[in-house]
Nanobody
Framework: VQLVESGGGLVQAGGSLRLSCAAS????????MGWFRQAPGKEREFVSA????????HYADSAKGRFTISRDSAKKTVYLQMNNLGPEDTAIYYC???????????????????WGQGTLVTVSS
């Protein structure tokens, strides 16, 4: 599976951005896609994920109420709509995927086999 991200950029605090990630390859089985992010000087952290079968969504506490993850199965694409962004959201956002995801591991970095190259999101105050 290969992942290609798009949609990062510079936005003012309070603004919105939508990230996209297109997958190639098989998306059957227990396939899931999601996003992690890494801010300067910090550990890479889970943001959100969605399971292909059933479409259940999962969010980090920092993303709840502001971010929405969705998928287009036909296009094998996942989207992350980010609203009310703040400077604390500045980070490189990585698209992730795995085709053998179990629910209990969906927020775990090591559970994802496939990673995109990352897209930079910068929020100015």
């Amino acid at each position: 599976v290969q992942l290609v991200e798009s949609g990062g950029g510079l936005v003012q605090a309070g603004g919105s951005l939508r990230l996209s990630c297109a997958a190639s390859g098989r998306t059957d089985g227990s396939f899931a896609m999601g996003w992690f992010r890494q801010a300067p000087g910090k550990e890479r952290e889970f943001v959100s994920a969605i399971r292909w079968r059933g479409g259940s969504t999962h969010y980090a506490d920092s993303a709840k109420g502001r971010f929405t993850i969705s998928r287009d199965s036909a296009k094998k694409t996942v989207y992350l709509q980010m609203n009310n962004l703040g400077p604390e959201d500045t980070a490189i956002y990585y698209c992730v995927a795995d085709n053998a995801m179990i629910l209990s591991s969906i927020g775990t970095r090591s559970a994802y086999k496939y990673w995109g190259q990352g897209t930079l999101v910068t929020v100015s105050s």
